[in-house]
């Protein structure tokens, strides 16, 4: 893919707004509570490597709550997702890292592509969470492999009402 279809892409996958599952991270939330997460989506421990990587769109989140005005730009997909959302007061630095499956490898930017739309979702789609209820994908696309990921859950669905997650296997080029 050349680097301007890939911008493009990045680019269309920001500036949408998130599916009919937008504003909660997937989870049972904390009954009476602001914040955290009750129980509901199993959770992955992270080895050295994820850590440094989940720090990383930690940071990039952070940089785009504290400054909503800057055009400051990310090589990798992934970061720029982080930025954007935090340049739309979305914080994901406390969203919890999931582990899910997905039919078929992820695409190497570590955003799923919305086929039907010609464009990148704003994450990497998920059929279904670990402890979780698939969304249908196996009716489509279950004579593909599968493939377990994990990453940070986003607080918006995509375009099939999938859940999306910031992937912690991309290698981050920032």
Request: glycine share 14%; charged share 25%; with cysteine.
């Amino acid at each position: 893919m050349n680097g301007r279809r890939l911008a493009a892409r990045v680019w269309d996958a920001l500036t949408r707004d998130g599916g009919s599952g937008s504003g909660n991270f997937g989870h049972a939330g904390r009954p009476g509570e602001v914040g955290g997460s009750g129980t509901g989506v199993a959770t992955h421990e992270l080895s050295s490597t994820e850590q440094k990587m989940l720090s990383q769109i930690q940071e990039v989140n952070r940089r785009g709550l504290r400054d909503r005005e800057c055009c400051e730009s990310y090589y990798t997909p992934v970061l720029q997702v982080a930025f954007d959302a935090g340049q739309k007061g979305i914080d994901i630095t406390s969203a919890p890292v999931v582990s899910g499956i997905r039919y078929g490898k992820s695409p190497e930017s570590g955003l799923s592509n919305n086929y039907s739309a010609d464009r990148s979702e704003r994450g990497l789609s998920l059929s279904r969470l670990d402890g979780q209820k698939e969304i249908g994908s196996s009716v489509w696309f279950g004579d593909r492999k599968q493939y377990s990921y994990h990453g940070v859950l986003l607080p918006y669905r995509g375009s099939d009402g999938e859940p999306l997650i910031l992937p912690l296997h991309v290698e981050y080029l920032d």
